[in-house]
């Protein structure tokens, strides 16, 4: 196994192709996009009962080494400062094989 930080992220739909490229630009080319994320934070309630995905969020997940972290995060921040959202960071072991 590989130590490693765990990234996930919740935003805006809207913003997912922001986010894809601020991923492409840190050299982070592996992560896990799922759409249409239910749940309440500062802008209310999204459940996913709207007739577009305007107003969706997305979910983002992201496995980096520690030195990655930082310059990875402070790309992130005009995105959720923008429309809000969700960034953690968390300790994680990633099986390799």
Request: aromatic share 4%; proline share 2%.
């Amino acid at each position: 196994m590989k130590s490693v930080k765990r990234i996930e992220i919740v935003v805006d739909s809207v913003e997912l192709n922001r986010l894809v490229e601020v991923l492409e630009e840190s050299q982070l080319k592996g992560y896990t996009v799922i759409k249409d994320v239910l749940g309440r934070g500062l802008h209310g309630l999204r459940d996913g009962g709207d007739l577009t995905d305007v107003l969706t969020n997305v979910y983002v997940l992201v496995a980096c080494n520690e030195d990655q972290v930082h310059p990875l995060i402070e790309q992130l921040r005009p995105i959720l400062t923008r429309f809000g959202g969700i960034c953690l960071i968390s300790d994680a072991q990633w099986v390799v094989h």
